[in-house]
């Protein structure tokens, strides 16, 4: 008895996050506003679908108002240990779910993860069966809690005006950033300047999100090394800064099927040019879609609903 | 009863992954002892390594990195980073006797520049280094050129011409006779960016490219006597690289042969005889970046790489300065 009561307290942290940041309800709506009804999970070792959304979350931001400034689709089939990644770009003009058309990284804003994931859905013809947010200290914390991560970086990133909102606490400030190109193992705050910077990039936020898709390759290595006793540090690491509807079941049985996917299996698929056209619309640079493109591209690894 | 319940919270704990978090080399000692004296950087500070033993150069206040020696013993230079800006240093072998080499603050943010990568051409006069270019008309384009100054002061002379929005222009080699080895980075048509080395006999005059596109490749490094040139190629697409060396005539370079392949090879440097290679990986798949040395890099069948040190977290786009 005494040490079941050593293990609970061992997970107390654990159990909490359970209860409060995964297995969040997500009440579906469809585009006319009906209940989509509960959709189904997939059964175990059944392919599914992540939407994958990170906010700047400073305080430039509402909580319950942010943009989702990252916006990934993974595609995972446990039986052949397949992935593929689909970055979503921000400035990508779309029906938004809740009525209207904007930006995408607006759709989390107007309704929350359901808005987000509803409208990924009608878009892009795809279903999504869980979707996971992220906050900026999240990614920061949770790489530091990894202790690191190895990267490749693939050129020299220089920014004069990377936002100085973690450095500073000034929501509104710049300063200057470089992340020095080739191998390396960095602490979580130069990780987040690698992927979060943009402007020396000509493809701007597409390219960043080619480097998204990178990170998220080295932290699948770096949980290689997990175990569940590790779960109530991570946990802690990410306090408020993540939530999902994976319940916490199905997040540490994706830590062994994480561990038997290799680089070579993980497929990472970024939108370019003719999938999309400049425009400015209200005022805003903005990509419009060329929806036959995309939907080929998406067609690729995601099956229709 | 408590007392195997409190157990059992400390066993849990017991088993989360420990990862290295990277002691101070002058705490440690190398698990082997290399020829002659080596200038590692770690956490913002350098530490020289003569024998088994490393010594602290500098503390961490100045966010020391990228050591490079200045021929005929004569001391060493290295970045020192803030925020916003770096600046070059020149110091003594021990560390001491330091004198600003570039003067890189500036009152307004944006007129602030980067500085890295130092090298001094063999005959010890001239200092070649990454320093970044603002173009006003493209704000966000901010990206390394190549550029040299006498290294006893004076005039600055703009190498390279770095394609806009790439990073540029990294990585100089100056080579004895004149000229320059460096990594260009390029993009694409569909906006993929890579790295070549390229060849440049003077300021700004045409270059030729000495690697393909293709193979990626960066971080050069070549030997004393100027006819191999070791290198750092990148799968992207698996996030691996490997360590290669090439002949090189002065003009082109000769067919690659693969010294090393991951875990993540990176930053080489020759011995000062030009017979030995040491470089920065990691040891096993993941982790922080350890010094190996390869012991006889030209054999036919090299001998594996030597692990050098053990624990440290060494800075990996920071190359070894070897004299």
Redesign the interface.
Known sequence: ???????F???LPVVTTALHDTGQARPRTDPGGRAAGPGGTPAAGQPFTVLLLGSDNDKKFVAAHILTQTMILVRVVPATHQVWMLSLPRDLWVPISTGGSAKIDAAYETGGPSSAISTVEQDFHVHVDYYAWVGLNGLVDLIDR???I???A????????YPADL?SGDPYG???V?V??????DAGILSLEYVRSR?????GD??RSKRQQ?LL??LR??A????L??LP?LVSALNGQFHTDLGLGQVSSLLPLAQGIT??NVHELVM?PPDFSYATIDGQDALLPNWTAINALVARAFPSR | MAGFGLGVWRLLGALQTHYPTGRRPDQSHALVSLPGTLVVAQGGALYRLRGQSFTALTGTKGRWTQPAPIPGHAGLIAASQTINFSNLVAMAADGTGRRLLTHDAAPAQADNHWAYYPRVSPDGRTLFYAYDLHDPQASYDVTFAIMSQPLSGGPLTQWTVPHPYTGGDVQPVPLPGGGLIYAKWSIDTTGHTYAQLWLQSGPGQAGVALTTPAADCQEPALSPNGRLLAMICVDARAQQDSLTVAGFNGRTLGPRRVLATGPLPASPTWSPSGTQLCFLAPVGRLGPFQLWWLRNPLAHHPEAPVQVTTGLDLTATAAVAWS
């Not at chain 1, 693939?154 to 005006?161: A, E, G, K, S």
């Not at chain 1, 402007?199 to 493809?203: A, E, K």
């Not at chain 1, 290689?224 to 175990?227: A, E, I, T, V």
């Open positions: 008895m005494s040490g079941l009561c050593g293990g307290f061992y997970f990894l202790g690191g190895d990267l490749v693939q050129m020299p990133v220089l920014d004069n005006f450095a710049y300063r200057r470089v020095l190109p080739g191998p390396q193992f402007h020396g990039d000509l493809l597409i390219a990178e390759v080295d290595a770096a290689h090394q997990l175990s006793a590790d540090s680089s070579a370019l």
